[in-house]
């Protein structure tokens, strides 16, 4: 009683204080405070406690340099600790504490002159405890009354005050005090095990984002990705919580989640990626060591892993569009190719990492890509990365394949038409898709002159590869219809045609010795393009002979259309070397067609081949007599032989329906002679490709040297020309020394 009444006493008079001098009261106000903290009885340590906050309420304008409060943050620190027997005691103790925090902070944190509250020793005690109280919802919060009885202090918490109270700390710290601040949250999460659950250590990084001043975030992002570093051979579970509290924080942050070091972020993501393959692959956190000291658990590492790619989506979603071309360029060079002059490791272990790295990183590149827009395809695809990624699309192995063609994929679709064309079908309206289409840009046009024969090559090639599944062929189907939509100009809708045109041959050809549901796929696959592209021009003529042949083949041969081979149980032939001509399409029509809507008919009457590349040697597919050959059918198909026209005929009806009979047999006798250049490049003896070869070469340079002739003459002679023996005039060289030039020309 008596206690009480002096503090009061002590309150009113430092409450009637002049500012001038306070500093002569205060030293025995805080002694008598301080007495009454170190009692064991908790109403006296809650009325010091009332009174030091009032205290700390009053601004003073003069410091007081000898002033400590070393022995306040430790007390109050201590209180919110209390495990007193009584739950409703030890609710008002450890309010108390936070309370008398919450004093000590808005006392000294804006004084520079006072005790420093941001050194570590006083941060190290002030955050674990304010932790402390969020993380422990007591009990009494269930039992405490309605909020229409409850009072507002009275419905107050320890949760609830140690919350706003270290929003108040985080809203006050500048940029030198983030560090301490930040870094006594990690230990605590460390020493409590809080990461697996990860709930509450994202709740905490929450607090923290929001509190923060925005421009220090990427402070907050660096001490996490250092604290993932120093964690990298903790459980995989602790690490993918601090991985994906890392990915709440930087959505949070927004662009200011990075900062100066871009692409270090993402190194330090990509580092950690690769630790946990080789974990995976090893079995131990030390490469070197033969016996794993600790268990690790392949399922745990794969969840980690995913969770490091998603954190990768989610920082390069908060980029500019510049900087999120740069971290894509930056991921694919870490992607190991056979191509480029980065170490591949040999053996099947090594096979094994490398495989696993490349899904990886295409995972994380594909993640970046999705929310990546870009109006200028030049931009979005520079040839540096456009070359490496096209690389991978040659791979032998299936995944690395289908993630290729999701990346290209989601940098055309710039329309979001993607979804659209998830399901191959050949349907009778294109309008029912509502495609958004919008007219080729300049940007567009200069991209596919670029980039345009690449592109087609790789599809063509990856058409060919046998391991293909339902997958893959709705990703070719996407990419070809997204083209068509996004980048396609008249001329690239030329082009596209003959691709598909050439993908109908390797189905009926079949060199490479396709299974029946690859054949199929690729007979489907081309059936639906040509659907939806013909539908597109609207060229009538076009839409007929394209509905022509699919209802000859719902008719004949359904199995050639994407209804019955894209199914669960594919309904498919093995007579497919046997199949009549009226259910293909055909370039000598369909060049008719579209020659007489203003196509150019003399480019899409050309059958599509593809230049083969030194890159082919990835596919491990291609024989030196396949590459030599398809060289010389290239020569051959531009052979003087096949310039010759025939003699000019008065047209008749006769003639132009025995020119359309003929068409048919005319493709069937090309195919044939095709097929004998092959197979003399591969059977015959070197020696005779050899002579055959040396025969072309020596009439390329005599052809050559005609042209030298023509072109390169010697420079004319100011005496005028003499005549030649066949009465033309010929130049004559008289050299320079002997010129006789005019006067005026002389000085």
Same mark, same amino acid.
């Given at each position: 009683?008596?206690?009480?009444?002096?503090?009061?006493?002590?309150?009113?008079?430092?409450?009637?204080?002049? &500012?001038?001098?306070?500093?002569?009261?205060?030293?025995?106000?805080?002694?008598?405070?301080?007495? $009454?903290?170190? /009692?064991? =009885?908790?109403?006296? *340590?809650?009325?010091?406690?009332?009174?030091?906050?009032?205290?700390?309420?009053?601004?003073?304008?003069?410091?007081?340099?000898?002033?400590?409060?070393?022995?306040?943050?430790?007390?109050?620190?201590?209180?919110?600790?209390?495990?007193?027997?009584?739950?409703?005691?030890?609710? =008002?103790?450890?309010? @108390?504490?936070?309370?008398?925090?919450?004093?000590?902070?808005?006392?000294?944190?804006?004084?520079? $002159?006072?005790?420093?509250?941001?050194?570590?020793?006083?941060?190290?005690?002030?955050?674990? @405890?304010?932790?402390?109280?969020?993380?422990?919802?007591?009990?009494?919060?269930? %039992? @405490?009354?309605?909020?229409?009885?409850?009072?507002?202090?009275?419905?107050?918490?320890?949760t609830e005050l140690a919350e706003r109270c270290l929003r108040e700390l985080l809203g006050r710290a500048a940029y030198g005090n983030i560090k301490n601040a930040i870094k006594p949250v990690l230990i605590h999460l460390d020493n409590h095990s809080l990461w697996e659950p990860k709930i509450f250590a994202t709740c905490c990084f929450r607090i923290i984002m929001y509190s923060i001043q925005p421009q220090h975030s990427h402070l907050v992002i660096q001490q996490l990705l250092g604290h993932l570093d120093a964690n990298s051979k903790s459980a995989a579970t602790v690490r993918a919580g601090i991985v994906e509290v890392l990915s709440e924080a930087a959505v949070i942050a927004a /662009?200011?989640?990075?900062?100066?070091?871009?692409?270090?972020?993402?190194?330090?993501?990509? %580092?950690?990626?690769?630790?946990?393959?080789?974990?995976?692959?090893?079995?131990?956190?030390?490469?070197?060591?033969?016996?794993?000291? =600790?268990?690790?658990?392949?399922?745990?590492?794969?969840?980690?892993?995913?969770?490091?790619?998603?954190?990768?989506?989610?920082?390069?979603?908060?980029?500019?569009?510049?900087?999120?071309?740069?971290?894509?360029?930056?991921?694919?060079?870490?992607?190991?190719?056979?191509?480029?002059?980065? /170490?591949?490791?040999?053996?099947?272990?090594?096979?094994?990492?490398?495989?696993?790295?490349?899904?990886? +990183?295409?995972? #994380?590149?594909?993640?970046?890509?999705?929310?990546?827009?870009?109006?200028?395809? +030049?931009?979005?695809?520079?040839?540096?990365? $456009?070359?490496?990624?096209?690389?991978?699309?040659?791979?032998e192995d299936a995944e690395i394949r289908l993630f290729v063609?999701?990346?290209?994929?989601?940098?055309?679709?710039?329309?979001?038409?993607?979804? =659209?064309?998830?399901?191959? #079908?050949?349907?009778?309206?294109?309008?029912?898709?509502?495609?958004?289409?919008?007219? &080729? /840009?300049?940007?567009?046009?200069?991209?596919?002159?670029?980039?345009? *024969?690449? +592109?087609? %090559?790789?599809?063509? +090639?990856?058409?060919?590869?046998? @391991?293909?599944?339902?997958?893959?062929?709705?990703?070719?189907?996407?990419?070809?219809?997204?083209i068509s939509i996004e980048l396609a100009n008249e001329e690239v809708m030329v082009d596209l045609i003959r691709l598909v045109l050439a993908v109908q041959e390797i189905a009926q050809i079949n060199e490479d010795n396709l299974t029946a549901y690859n054949r199929c796929a690729l007979f489907a696959l081309g059936a639906a393009y040509l659907n939806l592209i013909s539908q597109l021009t609207t060229v009538p003529t076009f839409c007929q002979h394209i509905h022509e042949v699919i209802q000859m083949r719902q008719k004949e041969a359904p199995y050639l259309l994407p209804e019955d081979v894209f199914v669960e149980r594919p309904r498919l032939s093995k007579s497919l070397d046997r199949l009549g001509p009226e259910v293909f399409f055909w370039q000598s029509k369909i060049s008719e067609v579209l020659g007489g809507s203003g196509y150019n008919s003399d480019r899409l009457s050309t059958p599509y081949v593809p230049q083969l590349t030194d890159e082919d040697r990835l596919s491990k597919r291609k024989s030196i007599g396949e590459t030599i050959s398809l060289q010389v059918e290239v020569e051959s198909r531009n052979s003087p032989e096949r310039e010759q026209r025939a003699p000019a005929e008065e047209i008749t009806y006769e003639t132009l329906k025995k020119a359309i009979v003929d068409s048919v047999a005319v493709e069937e006798q090309e195919r044939e002679r095709r097929r004998q250049v092959v197979e003399k490049f591969q059977k015959a003896p070197f020696e005779e490709i050899a002579a055959h070869c040396g025969a072309r070469a020596t009439l390329l340079q005599s052809k050559l040297n005609q042209i030298f002739e023509i072109t390169i003459r010697p420079p004319p002679s100011p005496s005028g020309t003499i005549t030649a023996a066949y009465g033309q005039p010929q130049n004559h060289s008289i050299p320079v020394y002997e010129m006789k030039f005019p006067d005026l020309c002389v000085y």
């Open positions: 009683m008596y206690v009480c009444i002096a503090m009061e006493a002590l309150d009113q008079l430092l409450m009637a204080c002049h &500012c001038q001098s306070i500093n002569l009261f205060v030293e025995s106000f805080l002694k008598m405070v301080a007495k $009454l903290l170190e /009692s064991e =009885k908790p109403n006296l *340590q809650i009325l010091g406690t009332n009174s030091f906050v009032k205290f700390a309420n009053i601004e003073e304008d003069t410091p007081s340099y000898h002033r400590s409060y070393d022995f306040f943050v430790s007390r109050f620190s201590e209180m919110c600790h209390s495990s007193h027997d009584d739950l409703d005691i030890r609710t =008002k103790i450890r309010m @108390s504490g936070i309370k008398g925090l919450q004093g000590v902070v808005r006392k000294t944190v804006n004084d520079e $002159l006072q005790a420093n509250i941001w050194d570590p020793q006083h941060m190290d005690k002030i955050v674990p @405890s304010l932790l402390f109280n969020l993380q422990h919802v007591e009990e009494s919060e269930s %039992r @405490s009354p309605s909020p229409l009885q409850a009072t507002e202090k009275e419905k107050e918490s320890p /662009s200011g989640s990075v900062g100066p070091t871009v692409l270090e972020v993402f190194n330090t993501l990509l %580092r950690q990626l690769r630790l946990s393959i080789d974990y995976a692959l090893t079995g131990s956190y030390d490469c070197g060591a033969s016996v794993s000291t =600790k268990i690790i658990k392949e399922h745990e590492e794969r969840m980690f892993q995913e969770a490091v790619i998603k954190t990768i989506g989610s920082f390069a979603s908060t980029l500019p569009t510049y900087q999120q071309s740069e971290v894509m360029v930056f991921i694919m060079n870490k992607v190991p190719l056979p191509s480029t002059q980065q /170490s591949i490791e040999a053996g099947k272990a090594g096979e094994n990492r490398n495989r696993l790295t490349q899904i990886m +990183l295409l995972k #994380s590149l594909l993640q970046v890509s999705v929310g990546f827009q870009c109006s200028n395809m +030049l931009t979005a695809l520079p040839s540096v990365f $456009l070359d490496r990624l096209l690389s991978a699309a040659l791979m063609l999701e990346i290209l994929i989601s940098f055309i679709d710039r329309h979001g038409n993607r979804q =659209k064309f998830s399901t191959i #079908s050949t349907i009778s309206d294109i309008s029912v898709l509502k495609l958004k289409v919008d007219k &080729c /840009s300049r940007q567009d046009t200069v991209f596919m002159k670029k980039h345009g *024969q690449q +592109l087609y %090559r790789h599809i063509y +090639l990856i058409c060919k590869e046998e @391991s293909n599944v339902q997958a893959h062929y709705e990703a070719l189907y996407s990419m070809l219809m997204l």
